[in-house]
């Protein structure tokens, strides 16, 4: 007997999602908080950590590290959050909750994978709709598509990732209005754009806000949460495993949120960084660069997998994607230092 045999022919035609090796490398590929802890901090942390009891199950869906996650991200008065082993255990609950017979999921494309990857997971309809040339959004035609096509989910990355776009608020707020299912607002870079709709909550009954610590600092912990109306949250949180959420997750995030102002200063580094490296970019010939309000930029130039690999000899590691996107490599920005190091290696490659 094969696999072959017994397994969904969806499944068997997707490929796992690749995550390169990168000991060694500077490492651009994955839009991390490339600053550490400071040292003391982190003695102070491991302290906190070697009194977790390991022993013990975790505590379902804590509710210490909900009321200070509310708290600190200023969730409105009267809203829940789900916490998820990252935001991708988030976005399968979801398309678990809501994959009913013929339900569909649309987002605009191209977009997060995980997105189009839970679908297929759930048996979902995946409705992808294209972007503008320049990866703007096309608000008409989205509506248009989704009266058309009725989905039970929506997914909007705000900003965009792969191509840092933050859509106009204006639009979102049509396509929210617009909406027959639930749109989740996929704020994973919300630190570094500045904006947010967390605020929106209670205005808009099919609301979700989905957010992840990952980009702030923590990727290495695996947290996320959602945040809307309890209606929604009890229901999803049916969905959820039961320990999603470990003791060495819970007990990190927790000492770690509770000193956000560490985090967001980190952020507003990695802003001034961001000015820089573009225009660094820029300056490049034979480089388009399309701009950015998270933390990486979306590059096009002549022969996208010459340039990868001449890079990844040099010791710099980026993000080569699909290709959708004719030519292109999306670079995080690191610290002044790598950044350096990608310039260079760069106009060595081009």
Known sequence: MKPQDLMRPEILAMSAYAVPHAAGMVKLDAMENPYSLPPALRRELAERLAGVELN??????????????????????GMEILLGNGSDDLIQILTLALSRPGAAL??????FVMYSMNAAFTGMRAIAVP??????????AFIARMR?????LVFLAYPNNPTGVLYPREEVLRII??????????????VFAGETFMQELPRFANLLVLRTVSKLGLAGIRLGYLAGRPEWIEQLNKVRQVYNINVLTEAAAFFVLERLELLEAQAAEIRVERERLGAALAALPAVTVFP?????????VEDAER??????????????????????LRITVGTPEENRILLKALKEAL
């Open 148 to 152: 058309a096509e009725r989905p039970a």
């Open 292 to 300: 950015s309000r998270a933390n990486f930029f979306l590059v096009r």
């Open 177 to 190: 209005a617009a909406a027959p299912g639930i749109v989740v607002l996929d704020e994973a870079y919300h």
């Open 307 to 328: 340039t990868f690999d001449a890079l990844s000899r040099q010791g710099v590691l980026v993000r080569k994607l699909h290709p959708g996107l004719a030519q292109c």
């Open 106 to 111: 649309m987002y605009p494309s191209p977009t």
């Open 56 to 77: 013990r199950y975790p505590e379902p869906n804590p509710a210490r590290l909900r009321q200070l996650i509310t708290k600190k991200m200023c969730v409105p008065a």
């Open 131 to 140: 972007l503008r040339d320049d990866f703007s959004l096309d608000g008409d």
